[in-house]
């Protein structure tokens, strides 16, 4: 099978598309569902570890890559399923989240796939699994928002700023969103009460408090949000590497125990929530929004494309069209 590979860290070059063997339910892998894939997605997990950072390369190789075929975003077709698979049958439409799934074929646990809903494409519903999982954790299971709260979302025009509006209204909150003057018009249909074009106005320095604030594009650090939390309010960053000083304020905050800081992450990629966010998708109550389409054979460019940091929703591979 055709499959990204990446077998060295570094830029976008560094990944080539290569013939590989196949998956197959083997003895052992009882759990497992073969996949036939359409589609994935580009996420910032994907070119950290292409890049090889360095906390990513004390479990994926000091220096060469353990997991060298890309991708973390699944949507396709069930091709086969071990013996202990109860949920889906072959043939089924089905989405989630796997390691290596920028290839033909990927291997996944049961538990960490659901059915697509009826009312998206195979590459809608590969724009889904690891920005949606990102948001419900930070916004439902960290934060605990409730109705009436102030949240906040800086990046709000990226993957998981796009979902994080709209896990956020779902739950009534009363949300802020901070983008670019480009973005403003379609982050806004999403569900934002308020818009704030961060090219014309510091939201640190309005004057406003909110009860979460959530930095989803990791633009600002904690310190610089601080004085725009309520008493009881606090701050999240989905990706404390970026920029590297969010890391150290992560550690300062952690010896500090100051509990205005909070850095979820994404540990859990399955379960209740990605059912739940199958039910919010079939509802209609969220939805994803796709800026562009690559090829398998362009992932180099679609790599690109994201890690320069302004990308509209999300950047879809389709492996297999139709």
């Known amino acids: 099978m055709k499959a990204a590979v990446y077998k060295t860290y570094g830029p976008p070059e560094v990944l080539q598309i290569e013939n590989v063997e196949q998956p197959t339910i083997q003895e052992g892998h009882e759990d497992r569902v073969l996949i036939k894939v359409h589609a994935s997605s580009v996420n910032p997990f994907d070119y950290y570890h292409r890049m090889g950072f360095l906390p990513i390369r004390a479990s994926n190789g000091l220096f060469t890559p353990k997991q060298q075929i890309m991708g973390i975003d699944v949507s396709g077709r069930v091709e086969a399923i071990g013996k202990n698979v109860t949920k889906f049958k072959i043939g089924d439409r089905v989405f989630g989240s796997c390691l290596g799934s920028h290839a033909e074929y990927v291997r996944v646990r049961e538990d960490k796939i659901t059915l697509i809903p009826e009312n998206l494409t195979f590459n809608e519903a590969a724009a889904v699994p690891c920005v949606a999982l990102s948001a419900v954790q930070a916004l439902k299971d960290v934060a605990q928002i409730k109705k009436g709260q102030k949240v906040l979302i800086n990046g709000a025009s990226g993957g998981i700023g796009h979902f994080s509006v709209q896990v956020a209204r779902f739950y009534e909150a009363e949300v802020t969103a901070v983008c670019s003057t480009s973005n403003l018009s379609w982050v806004k249909e999403l569900g934002a009460h308020h818009m704030i074009d961060y090219t ?123």
């Open 200 to 322: 014309k106005e510091d939201f640190t320095k309005n004057g406003k408090r909110y009860d979460v604030i959530l930095d989803a594009s990791a633009a600002r650090t904690f310190f610089s949000c601080k004085d725009s939390l309520t008493e009881t309010g606090f701050y999240m960053t989905e990706n404390p590497t970026k920029p590297r000083y969010q890391l150290v304020q992560v550690l300062l905050s952690s010896v500090t125990k100051d509990k205005k800081m909070k850095g979820p992450g994404l540990t859990n990629t399955g379960g209740e929530n990605l059912e739940l966010i199958r039910e919010l998708l079939e509802a209609g109550k969220i939805k994803p929004v796709i800026e562009k389409v690559y090829p398998l054979d362009q992932i180099a460019a679609a790599h690109r494309h994201v890690e320069n940091g302004h990308t509209k929703g999300k950047v879809v591979i389709e492996v297999l069209k139709g």
